[in-house]
């Protein structure tokens, strides 16, 4: 079973910076997906950004040239960087590897890590 940690998260002020991280339980392969999602109070959880074991990546578009993401694709492990952070990013933010499996796709998820953007 692979496990998923994020750290990072806390409080900043409007336009400023977090990284987020997800360490990645050792696998012996490298997770066909990795990314991270979002769940703000009241809403449903909604895709931020993934990137491939081949580093092709992909952004929700209220985060496109705000936030990056990379990985260590050997490590598992992957980063969002959010810059010019607003308010409506406020959430608690998830890490997600999808993998495909004998079975099939199956996903894994992390604790979660809260975010707040004060205005």
């Known amino acids: 079973q692979v496990q998923l940690v994020e750290s990072g998260g806390g409080l900043v002020q409007a336009g400023g910076s977090l990284r987020l991280s997800c360490v990645g339980s050792?696998?012996?392969?490298?997770?066909?997906?990795m990314g991270w999602y979002r769940q703000a109070p009241g809403k449903q959880r909604e895709l931020v950004a993934t990137i491939t074991s081949g580093g092709t990546s992909k952004y929700a578009d209220s985060v496109l040239d705000r936030f990056t993401i990379s990985r260590d694709g050997i490590k598992n492990t992957v980063y969002l960087q959010m810059n010019r952070l607003k308010p409506e990013d406020t959430a608690v933010y998830y890490c997600?590897?999808?993998?495909?499996?004998?079975?099939?796709?199956?996903?894994?998820w992390g604790q979660g890590t809260l975010v707040t953007v004060s205005s």
């Open positions: 997600n590897g999808r993998h495909y499996y004998e079975m099939g796709w199956k996903d894994h």
């Open positions: 050792e696998t012996g392969f490298s997770i066909n997906y």
